[in-house]
């Protein structure tokens, strides 16, 4: 998620569509205030240091006691700039009582001014090959089967819907929904809007998996669970299997 009162623009980060490359690229346009949750680790290995109001954060009192607590669990990352700004990220996130994933409800109750004045993005992605992707990204293939993944994402058990991030009341109220398998194109679109350079390529922070989605729906029952679980999505954006 960011917060940014620079470029006057909300962007939110919906799990698995690229949100952490996304975050990565816009970071070095952050302002001192801009609020940024997440992906500090992924920043620091492309060279890019963190803002101002980072380092404000992370003294708050309840961020320096679960950076404490996280130490305690991991005293090698003391030494591992990387593993302590992961930490330190974490941290952050106590002060503002949302997560890396905010939802767009959640930021309009922590500023109601910047919710009604700036551009609010995000991305979305074909549910039925997004949920493949969660499921490797966990590293679950081992663990348990792709119905089992999908029967806990049913449940709660794993947070992976989208709909209820860019949404309020089952309404969306973002300015721009840009689609993860147009990505280049819809970032072009959305950096004239908020003022911002897009490179040539933009930085790819996670592992790219090549494979065809639709081999792990081993039965109809899969293919209609993930359309029940994402059904606001599917029919707005028009996505199939």
């Not at 029967?151 to 721009?176: A, H, L, N, Q």
Request: hydrophobic share 35%; proline share 5%; net charge positive.
């Amino acid at each position: 998620m960011i917060i940014s009162y620079k470029h006057n623009f909300i962007f939110i980060h919906n799990r698995k569509t690229a949100g952490s490359s996304i975050k990565v690229f816009l970071s070095p346009y952050l302002g001192d205030n801009d609020i940024m949750l997440g992906s500090r680790d992924e920043c620091y290995l492309k060279g890019i240091h963190p803002n101002t109001q980072f380092k404000k954060d992370i003294f708050y009192p309840k961020s320096i006691l679960n950076s404490l607590g996280g130490l305690i669990k991991r005293p090698d990352y003391l030494f591992r700039p990387a593993g302590l700004l992961n930490i330190l990220s974490q941290s952050q996130k106590k002060k503002y009582g949302i997560g890396s994933h905010s939802t767009i409800e959640e930021i309009k109750k922590f500023d109601s001014k910047i919710f009604e004045e700036a551009f609010k993005f995000c991305f979305v992605r074909n549910p039925y090959e997004r949920a493949v992707s969660d499921y490797l990204y966990r590293g679950l293939t081992n663990k348990i089967t792709f119905r089992t993944y999908l029967e806990g994402v049913d449940s709660g058990k794993f947070r992976f819907k989208s709909w209820p991030m860019y949404t309020i009341k089952d309404e969306i109220v973002m300015d721009y929904v840009g689609k993860f398998e147009n990505l280049r194109e819809e970032m072009k679109k959305i950096c004239k809007i908020i003022d911002i350079p897009l490179p040539n390529e933009l930085p790819k922070m996670k592992r790219q998996n090549k494979y065809d989605y639709r081999k792990f729906y081993k039965e109809e029952y899969e293919i209609n669970l993930l359309k029940k679980i994402c059904e606001p999505e599917i029919e707005y954006f028009n996505y199939k299997f």
